[in-house]
């Protein structure tokens, strides 16, 4: 007989925060949002190898993670896992360009020899869209350096055609540089003193190690809680399926992808089981997260098989079909809910935190923080980024208004078959997603910083000054459709407030 739950499941929709009390020191400029994303040995001590400092990802969609929102969305401290259902070559180029933007210390890549023309500075700038290039003895990033060329260093009409680089640039002799072990303070300290753009870094034989640039300086005064590596790289992650991910994920390894995610709707089956075994047994320390699941066994499941994180959510999606086409998930509070209290008892028996991650199922920004408090380490959100500048699908105008474009992986346009695979025959039976619009919202930093400032202040309402102590001291009450309606504004004509300048 089928097994039958006695309670039907909710939506974040259907519950409210009840507050609770705030002292003098809860105010929202002490919340820390920093959040774990991977598995630990919370128990014995150890601290998560992988942090965010804010609880918040992107999702592996082709209309909302390419290497642009991944690098928007590190500088405010959260992670893209960069879409999977494309080549792994031009998957792990996204991964490369991500790890190659920032900040801090970046390895050159646009070089050129002293003996090369001027014509070849400007092709080589036009390919990598940087006007600095490093002047090497042989032309590599880590040779030998002998000065710095840049844009405004010549005229390209106003030179004679077939002018050396050598002519133009600015020797090492005139050059501000760094010596390889200086710190990035004090790498400002210097482009600041000397009044440069940019500090070449060198080592003891004045071969080039990197570049600072004063650009980047003032990136970071501007997102203070951006992500970085121990390299002062952005972290990044990348989906991957259960088809070709020991060729996928050397690949994305070497391009420097942090933390995969294997991207599936149902994640409750012996294929994500095998690629979670194959992944630890050939890459000693990846980390790998898997899913989605909505109840405790597949939770308890993915655990055992040894997944870094489990995501959680299965039809709750705004574009997302799967429950009209196929009748199967669970509204997302009630799974999220069952979920993470099958992290805790697992942690209890265990030792070992296994972070869980709310994916789908967020209307409103207040959902956010509903989904923290009913135990979610961080949330996956699709629809939200997409509507953002930096998301990778078009911006058009649909009856007088600004829209995005956004898909699901499971329609006719990203046919992504893979991330419905159920073994057997490749390719797409039905679809299981839709193609939409979704209005345009405008940068993704100011949009970030309203939500996040919507759940800090809720946060100070509950009493809370971090994830884990919402999680502790929430009181979440289910409400009535009237209680819901109750809760917009009613019973008045709201008026128009948008200033009119002349």
């Avoid at 210390?105 to 490093?134: M, Y």
């Amino acid at each position: 007989m089928a097994y039958y739950f006695e309670e039907p499941s909710h939506t974040f929709g259907e519950y409210l925060l009840v507050p609770g009390y705030s002292s003098a020191e809860c105010t929202p400029d002490r919340v820390s949002l920093k959040t774990p994303v991977v598995k630990f040995n919370k128990k014995a001590g150890e601290t998560c190898p992988l942090t965010m400092n804010i609880p918040m990802v992107s999702a592996v969609m082709q209309a909302v993670s390419d290497d642009k929102l991944a690098i928007a969305l590190a500088k405010e401290g959260g992670i893209s896992f960069i879409f999977g259902s494309q080549t792994i070559e031009n998957q792990a180029a996204m991964v490369a360009r991500v790890k190659a933007y920032k900040a801090g210390f970046v390895t050159s890549d646009s070089n050129i020899r002293p003996d090369q023309t001027l014509e070849e500075v400007v092709e080589l700038s036009s390919k990598t869209g940087h006007s600095t290039v490093a002047v090497t003895e042989d032309g590599s990033p880590n040779g030998k350096l002998l000065g710095i060329i840049t844009s405004k260093d010549f005229r390209i009409g106003h030179c004679p055609a077939g002018s050396k680089v050598k002519d133009y640039m600015t020797g090492l002799e005139d050059l501000a540089t760094g010596k390889e072990g200086i710190d990035l303070s004090e790498a400002n300290d210097i482009i600041w003193e000397k009044k440069v753009n940019q500090l070449p870094i060198v080592d003891k034989n004045g071969n080039l190690v990197s570049l600072v640039f004063r650009k980047d300086y003032s990136t970071h005064a501007e997102h203070p809680n951006e992500l970085l590596d121990s390299k002062q790289r952005y972290i990044v992650g990348a989906g991957i399926n259960t088809r070709d991910y020991m060729e996928r994920v050397p690949k994305l390894l070497e391009a420097g992808a942090d933390v995969f995610v294997l991207d599936s709707s149902e994640g409750f089956s012996e294929w994500q089981a095998r690629a979670l075994k194959d992944l630890h047994a050939a890459f000693p320390g990846i980390k790998v997260g898997a899913g989605n699941v909505v109840d405790a066994e597949g939770f308890n499941f993915l655990a055992d098989a040894g997944a870094d994180f489990v995501k959680i959510g299965i039809g709750g999606g705004s574009i997302c079909i799967t429950r009209e086409q196929k009748g199967i998930g669970r509204g997302q509070a009630t799974a999220t809910i069952e979920v993470a209290k099958a992290r805790d008892e697992y942690f209890k028996k265990t030792g070992i935190y296994v972070p869980v991650c709310s994916d789908g199922g967020i209307v409103h920004d207040y959902h956010v923080t509903l989904a923290l408090a009913m135990g979610a380490d961080f949330v996956m959100l699709g629809r939200y980024f997409a509507r953002f500048d930096e998301s990778p699908s078009n911006k058009l105008v649909i009856n007088g208004n600004y829209v995005k474009e956004y898909w699901g992986e499971g329609s006719n346009r990203a046919r992504n078959w893979q991330r419905y695979d159920l073994g057997g025959k490749k390719g797409m039976a039905f679809e299981e997603g839709v193609d939409s619009y979704v209005p345009y919202a405008g940068h993704l930093h100011d949009g970030v910083g309203m939500t996040l400032s919507k759940v800090v202040h809720t946060m100070c309402n509950c009493g809370a000054l971090s994830i884990p102590e919402l999680q502790e001291k929430a009181k979440i009450t289910l409400v009535s459709p009237v209680t819901i309606q109750e809760g917009s504004a009613h019973d008045v004509t709201v008026r128009n407030t948008t200033s009119v300048q002349n």
